[in-house]
């Protein structure tokens, strides 16, 4: 991986210099890097910038005052071009407060050429023959001083983005795609962090929907425990115990520490430090009334057979469009998308386009030819 030029900014008058020498920007990169893997509660530790002929790291641990980057972000002549931006996009306002008004996200461009690799690292090694360090993608970015490998790593992250933009763009107005990938990044910037609440966390835990109230009671005591543990030590919850590991305790309810041994994720070591407090768990969650038991609240459930055969129907019928357009059948028409179609079975491209969450490029592309199976459907019925 080649070295680049950076600079660093560490300070608030040298932002607000940078963001003033930018104002007239028509176009920059930008990514940030997190320390989901490393903390209880993740936060944005660096921010990446480029323009055409520069890049810039910007230290949010150092900086205090990020107001001139969200001012500048927010123009709306300028245009931001991120790559799989969705979580940059919801990271940005929920630790500043900033806003994109304009982005160009490049994996989603990638994906509307019909590339079947569109990460960064694989549209690096194709348009620009360079190789991503693999080392610091799971770094954590929250320690300083940031070693120069990590700073130059990060620094790749934005450094081409503008020409790998030059290049989708042109390919896109050749397939005549321009316009599907812009609708697409206009919703991307609305994208925002959901809390979760103060709701039971089994609702988070995969697998916990088939448990029955009396597990599910466990389960959630050993989440709330381990949650307990991860904020008192600063780490993320699932580098505390595996949720499988919970999962199965909740399953088997284990009446000793010996009862636990050989359950996958569970080593020697953790079952040495969290055993007993784990078998407390247990028991507490046994010890819930009754008529306290929480149960795993159920959604829709299976559709009826007629809605369940169109579904069937529809996604054959997605394949072959698919195949004609060389485009993956998930980003042509997802699978929630056919379902609510299935359901309501519009018989006009009026009633197509109100249906939530369709895109004007999927109307205007397949929305035709939907709406004219449809209807061959319900002569044939």
Not at 119 to 135: P, Q, T, V, Y
Not at 337 to 363: N, S, Y
Request: include cysteine; glycine fraction near 6%.
């Amino acid at each position: 991986m080649p070295t680049l030029r950076y600079t660093v900014i560490e300070h608030n008058h040298q932002l607000a210099q940078l963001c003033a020498e930018l104002s007239n920007e028509a176009a920059l990169a930008l990514d940030l890097e997190a320390d989901s893997m490393h903390h209880y509660r993740e936060k944005v530790c660096l921010l990446q910038l480029s323009n055409r002929h520069e890049n810039w790291l910007i230290d949010p641990l150092q900086v205090t005052d990020l107001t001139p980057l969200g001012a500048l972000l927010t123009r709306p002549e300028l245009l931001t071009v991120l790559h799989g931006g969705d979580y940059d996009i919801r990271s940005l306002h929920r630790d500043f407060g900033i806003v994109v008004n304009r982005m160009f996200d490049t994996m989603v461009a990638a994906q509307f050429t019909g590339a079947t690799e569109f990460g960064l690292a694989a549209l690096l090694r194709e348009h620009f023959s360079i190789e991503l360090d693999k080392r610091f993608q799971k770094a954590d970015w929250s320690k300083r001083p940031l070693t120069s490998e990590m700073a130059n790593y990060a620094a790749h992250d934005t450094a081409h983005l503008l020409e790998l933009a030059d290049r989708l763009h042109e390919r896109l107005e050749q397939l005549g795609r321009r316009a599907w990938v812009a609708e697409e990044c206009a919703l991307l910037v609305g994208n925002r962090v959901t809390e979760k609440g103060n709701g039971p966390l089994f609702l988070n835990c995969k697998g916990a929907g088939k448990l029955r109230p009396r597990n599910l009671a466990v389960l959630e005591v050993l989440l709330q425990f381990r949650d307990q543990q991860a904020r008192e030590t600063d780490r993320p919850a699932f580098k505390v115990i595996p949720a499988e590991a919970l999962l199965k305790i909740a399953e088997t309810l284990p009446a000793a520490v010996r009862d636990m041994n050989g359950i996958a994720g569970l080593t020697p070591r953790l079952l040495g430090r969290y055993g007993e407090q784990l078998l407390a768990a247990v028991q507490e969650g046994l010890a819930v009334a009754e008529a306290d038991l929480p149960r795993f609240p159920r959604g829709r459930g299976e559709p009826n057979p007629g809605i369940k055969a169109r579904i069937t129907r529809l996604k054959q019928w997605r394949e072959g469009i698919s195949s004609r357009m060389e485009l993956a059948s998930g980003l042509l028409a997802p699978n929630w998308l056919l379902e609510r179609i299935a359901e309501q079975q519009p018989m006009t491209l009026e009633q197509l386009q109100a249906i939530p969450g369709i895109r004007r490029w999927q109307v205007g592309l397949w929305g035709t030819e939907m709406v004219e199976t449809l209807a061959k459907e319900m002569q044939t019925a």
